[in-house]
């Protein structure tokens, strides 16, 4: 199942239009996605974010974190991948550690909203979760691309997208930054 998703990746990838010469860091901001639209009170009630902090990274697209009970969990972000750094049987990968101290930079020691799509952790064991900087007021895609912390690298070329049904609530959001982001070359989307 993994390889025919890695498939499925790799095909996205190979269709998607060149680089071009510029270079952007804009995100976009278009508010006319579909079905994105919420009420704040049923917006919090769907989302039902959980509070953590940050207390360690471990790369790009994995952190540990410690809940208001004092519980700590090793969490895996979901529906990205970021370029390797520490696993145990490939080189680092290029624009890893970039990405890896992009993530340690933004996440280390801050307090984070984390909402759990279908899934409750990955077969290691690692919760898996879409990581909220704030909670958003509304499910707009400019609260998307400003608040969920797997949006932003996938939109500043730290990560690409990377889905495993049935956990792909912001897939079609996050392709179309991932998109973007190849367009415009930033991060692994520039040549080495």
């Given at each position: ?187 692994l989307w520039r040549q080495p």
């Amino acid at each position: 199942m993994k390889r025919f998703f890695s498939m499925i990746i790799i095909l996205i990838l190979f269709t998607l239009p060149g680089c071009s010469l510029s270079f952007s860091t804009a995100v976009s901001s278009s508010n006319n996605a579909p079905g994105l639209e919420k009420s704040n009170a049923a917006l919090q009630s769907t989302l039902n974010l959980t509070t953590a902090t940050v207390i360690r990274h471990v790369d790009g697209d994995t952190v540990y974190v410690r809940f208001q009970d004092g519980s700590e969990y090793k969490l895996r972000l979901i529906g990205i991948d970021t370029p390797e750094t520490v696993h145990p049987e490939k080189a680092v990968e290029y624009f890893g550690q970039e990405a890896s101290d992009f993530t340690k930079d933004s996440l280390l020691g801050m307090t984070v909203y984390l909402e759990k799509d279908v899934s409750e952790t990955d077969r290691y064991g690692r919760l898996l979760r879409y990581v909220w900087l704030e909670p958003p007021i509304e499910l707009s895609p400019s609260e998307i691309n400003s608040k969920l912390f797997n949006a932003i690298l996938v939109a500043s070329g730290y990560a690409q997208v990377s889905t495993y049904p049935p956990d792909v609530k912001y897939q079609d959001h996050l392709l179309t930054l991932q998109r973007e982001a190849r367009e415009n070359c930033r991060g692994l989307w520039r040549q080495p």
